[in-house]
T-cell receptor, first 118, second 115 residues
């Protein structure tokens, strides 16, 4: 099946530890994104990547890092510098807009990883 | 980053009722997307809108791209139990012909169906 995989579904860490969240897609999408969702709030963009070996900061990048060494993979590291890391993390991917004939790119989301840091 | 004003924040309705929610922005958007999120899951796309005035349906769902390009609404007719969840609008401003500009998300409308 084609889609976006995030693992694990639930992750628990002690404060002060770095943790890496996995995101894999087999949709052949060029662009990938990481969002953070807090209870009762919308989605906020952490980092995004439009092409392999390139990525840009989103609205709340502080305390996070990413890499994009392969087209299908976009791991997110939550570092100890992130002051409030407990949240629901969502990965998404889309086709680059310049590869589309009309309309626009649509972000498709993975199932999410709930990270709890104590 | 900017956020969209989405209302209402929550709705409590009886099965069979129609539902209406909307998003407004101070900025013009070129694309409006509507997603539904079930608890503990990722959002699923419902409807995509690309032109001002566009009215698009997906089963019992209908969404419109506002003429001013600063708003959009989503209607659900004859609600059923599986409609329960959080609905998000998302807008995109197209700046260039290269690359994907960021989506801006609304804060969500939580739909609850009262038995």
């Amino acid at each position: 099946d084609g889609g976006i995989t995030q693992s694990p579904k639930y992750l628990f860490r002690k404060e002060g530890q770095n943790v890496t969240l996995s995101c894999e897609q087999n949709l052949n999408h060029d662009a990938m994104y990481w969002y953070r969702q807090d209870p009762g709030q919308g989605l906020r963009l952490i980092y995004y990547s439009q092409i392999v070996n390139d990525f840009q900061k989103g609205d709340i990048a502080e305390g996070y890092s990413v890499s994009r060494e392969k087209k299908e993979s976009f791991p997110l590291t939550v570092t100890s510098a992130q002051k409030n890391p407990t949240a629901f993390y969502l990965c998404a991917s889309s086709i680059r807009r310049d590869a589309l004939g009309s309309g626009g790119p649509i972000e498709y989301f993975g199932p999410g990883t709930r990270l709890t840091v104590t | 980053g900017q956020q969209l004003n989405q209302s209402p924040q929550s709705m409590f309705i009886q099965e069979g009722e129609d539902v209406s929610m909307n998003c407004t922005s101070s900025s013009i958007f070129n694309t409006w997307l509507w997603y539904k999120q079930d608890p503990g899951e990722g959002p699923v796309l419902l409807i995509a809108l690309y032109k001002a005035g566009e009215l698009t349906s997906n089963g019992r769902l209908t969404a419109q791209f506002g003429i001013t390009r600063k708003d959009s609404f989503l209607n659900i007719s004859a609600s059923i139990p599986s409609d329960v969840g959080i609905y998000f609008c998302a807008g995109r401003i197209t700046i260039s012909n290269f690359g994907n500009e960021k989506l801006t998300f609304g804060t969500g409308t939580r739909l609850t169906i009262i038995p």
